[in-house]
């Protein structure tokens, strides 16, 4: 399936969902499947109807500059009729409406805005209205929570280069090769996940080998937030010249307090009785 389409699964039935140009459109063909193995026939019937012409034509003159109101007005004289038909591809074509999308391919068929999917899915039937609107804001909700865990994951990625630049101008002495600076970079990020996560990335790696990334990519978005503050603070220790020691017992401190904020719980002790190299 193509990265734009995503599925909701209402009363047994997969209803295909993409998104152009910032609007979700929710396949007609597939809500018409509840009613009948003949989707194209339960569509046709209910653009039959004068009130379903009617909502339409509102809808593009509403939000879409392009609508043809003539064409639209030929169509609505038309409807009722003993002999009127319209199809998706012929409303489409003539009025130059946008609401309505007649797609071809593997994932082929008639999709609507959202406004007017739930429109057909009510004409249908106002129970499955309500589980495919339902099961369309969950969809939302999810997508909104993964917006934002990308956001501060990025956010820490950024932070991340004013880290390193710190670590470069204080912590690394002349003539070290690239794979002892290496170490520096990779020593320096672990007194952070040791501060937030309780463990260095060697040890998440060695507690989970099935899982892709790294212990970061796990993170949840209380964590990241969190983790983006505590790279800013430990380049600002860094600069100070504070001992790797006392910056991990510091920022640990900090992790604790942000984290029982930001869960609005008590947070157990991250750090775990984790020691650092200098103190060893």
């Known amino acids: 399936m193509s990265k734009k389409n ?9 209803i295909t969902i993409f998104n152009d140009k910032e609007q979700d459109f929710i396949s007609l063909t597939d809500i018409a499947k509840h009613k009948s193995d003949e989707p194209s026939a339960v569509i046709a ?27 639209f007005e030929g169509f609505r004289k038309q409807a009722g009729l003993n002999a009127f038909t319209l199809s998706p591809k012929k409303w489409a074509e003539a009025t130059n409406a946008l609401g309505i999308i007649v797609k ?9 805005h959202k406004d007017i999917a739930f429109k057909f899915a009510s004409w249908i039937s106002v129970e499955f209205e309500l589980y495919v609107v339902k099961e369309f804001q969950r969809l939302k909700e999810a997508e909104s929570k993964d917006l934002e865990w990308n956001v501060k994951r990025q956010l820490t990625k950024i932070n991340y280069r004013i880290h390193t630049d710190a670590i470069k101008e204080n912590l690394i002495p002349q003539g070290l090769t690239a794979q002892q600076i290496s170490y520096v970079y990779a020593n320096e990020a672990d007194v952070l996940n040791v501060a937030l996560f309780g ?13 892709k990334g790294n212990i970061r990519d796990y993170a949840n ?7 983006a503050n505590l790279e800013n603070l430990n380049a600002v220790l ?8 006392e910056r991990l017992l ?3 401190q900090i992790a604790i307090g942000q984290m029982q904020i930001l869960l609005q719980q008590p947070s157990p002790n991250l750090l775990n009785n984790t020691k650092s190299e200098d103190d060893e």
């Open 238 to 245: 860094i600069g100070d010249d504070i001992p790797q020691s």
């Open 250 to 252: 510091k920022l640990n």
């Open 104 to 112: 071809s391919g593997r994932y082929g068929g008639t999709y609507a």
């Open 199 to 211: 463990k260095t990335a060697k040890q998440w790696r060695d507690e989970n080998p099935d899982k």
């Open 221 to 227: 978005v209380s964590q990241l937030v969190c983790l």
């Open 6 to 14: 995503k599925t909701i699964a209402v009363k047994g039935h997969e």
């Open 45 to 71: 019937n209910w653009m039959r109807n004068r009130n379903t012409i009617e909502f339409l034509g509102i809808w593009e003159s509403l939000y879409n500059p392009d609508f043809k109101p003539l064409e």
